[in-house]
């Protein structure tokens, strides 16, 4: 799709010369004489970038750019300056200007410089699309932020099963929010006003096992002095998360086992058995089935907690998503510290989209925060954190971001559409087998209509 490019001049020739070598370029390019005339074409339509003469009579490019500034900020503006405006272009880039070309401009250059302010008003427009999208969602969207079809199958099967009294694993990376998921399970579901325990097996040592999670007698062993509930009796009633439950010692998992069949629990110290009424969340970042087969994980226990199944996407599979949770976190993080939000780059962009983020949603949030409270070493710029949180080796090659960014206007066109490929071979004009070549490769399938 052709970007449209406002062309504000008050010198015909000037106007009718850049006009002509845009739609060669493959812009769209309307004209105007003045600012007034270019603010009654913007009340009827909004172009994707405006390009205006610096000095104008009666009104200026900087007073043009402040209205549409009010009007959209979204929408970039490019001063075209004489030699002697130069100072006072670079003092209106610190009002909000997006860069200023002299005159007279270099055709080429000024193509480029307008493609690049255009992806950008582009991605901002996306983004603020996806805000508005997210508004209008129920409790799940606000709690499972995200818009990509990964999001949307996650939020249908979790809506699913909290509505059942089942267990459940949750497979993901870390970071990829698997006590977020547990706890919408709980806080959906008929359990809700019960307590809701959390477990973090890795952190657990392995004598301690026993008596953290079913608890002891007085005396049952050196440093009992009374008794203490373990963690199944605590969250009878509710809901048990059990963090990387691969970490657990593997003999203490034929006890687990034992309460998930009889859901009693036997105290250290004790003979007697205490009944618990308990929903068992198990959340690993180990493929289990796996580590069954392989003996790593008793293949009793997992078939036992293996009633129903939960995938958490990592970040790298959500598409714009990370657009939308960036300015959420960044965004809380302002408000929290009583701070104005700077306004996202086009390098910006071009970081959130391109990173890997092995570290997932826990990362992403890390970094929004940094940016929103000024942390970064040379500014606020996004690329300049990831670079130093991670050496500038976590950026990917030329041929990998031209992909990421592909993928990402296939998958915001198929939403946009409703997941229809007509459609999207209209909007992004493609054959339809290069669109479905395009979309198996990156994985943009149409969410399955039934549960995990």
């Known amino acids: 799709m052709s970007k449209s490019i406002l062309v504000v001049d008050d ?29 009654s074409m913007l009340q009827a339509e909004l172009p994707d ?29 490019v001063l075209l300056t004489a030699h002697g405006d130069v100072a006072l272009a670079v003092a209106a880039m610190r009002e909000g200007v997006y860069d200023f070309l002299q005159k007279p401009a270099n ?19 996306q983004l603020r699309h996806l805000t508005s999208r997210l508004g209008a969602e129920g409790e799940l969207a606000r709690r499972l932020l995200g818009t990509s079809p990964a999001m949307a199958t996650l939020r249908k099967s979790v809506g699913e099963l909290a509505e059942h009294d089942r267990d459940v694993i949750l497979f993901g990376e870390s970071g990829t929010g698997k006590e977020v998921v547990a706890r919408a399970l709980h806080d959906l579901g008929p359990r809700a006003r019960a307590p809701f325990v959390a477990v973090n097996c890795a952190a657990i040592p392995a004598e301690l096992f026993e008596s953290e999670l079913l608890g002891h007698e007085a005396g049952a062993f050196t440093g009992a002095r009374g008794a203490r509930i373990g963690k199944f009796e605590h969250a009878s009633g509710g809901t048990l998360l059990l963090d990387e439950i691969e970490s657990m010692p593997h003999a203490f998992q034929v006890k687990i086992l034992r309460v998930l069949q009889e859901r009693v629990v036997e105290r250290v110290g004790s003979n007697r058995l205490i009944p618990v009424d308990v929903r068992v969340i198990a959340a690993a970042k ?11 994980f008793r293949a009793d226990l997992y078939f036992r907690l293996a009633a129903a199944e939960i995938r958490l996407p990592p970040l790298r599979e959500r598409g714009n998503d990370v657009l939308l949770l960036f300015q959420h976190f960044a965004g809380e993080a302002a408000r929290r510290s009583g701070r104005d939000l700077t306004p996202l780059g086009a390098e910006d962009f071009d970081a959130l989209l391109t990173h890997d983020w092995p570290g997932n949603v826990r990362e992403l949030k890390n970094v929004a925060e940094r940016y929103a409270l000024g942390l970064a070493a040379t500014g606020r710029r996004v690329a300049e954190i990831l670079r130093r949180a991670q050496g500038a080796g976590a950026r990917r090659s030329l041929s990998e971001r031209v992909a990421a960014y592909e993928r990402m206007l296939i998958e915001a066109s198929l939403l946009e559409h409703n997941w229809s490929v007509v459609a999207v071979m209209e909007s992004l004009g493609m054959p339809r087998r290069t669109l479905n070549e395009k979309m198996a490769r990156y994985g943009l399938l149409r969410p399955s209509r039934t549960s995990c």
């Open 11 to 39: 010198e015909e020739i000037v106007r009718s010369s850049i006009r002509q070598w845009l739609e060669l370029g493959g812009f769209e390019a309307r004209t105007a004489r003045n600012a007034d005339e270019a603010l």
């Open 49 to 77: 970038v405006v390009l205006t003469d610096f000095r104008m009579p009666h009104r200026s490019g900087i007073e043009l750019m402040r209205d549409v500034q009010r009007i959209d900020p979204d929408i970039p503006v």
């Open 107 to 125: 055709p080429d250059h000024m193509s480029a410089v307008l493609a690049r302010a255009a992806e950008q008003s582009g991605l901002k427009r």
């Open 286 to 296: 180990a493929d289990l089935a796996a580590d069954s087969r392989s003996g790593r």
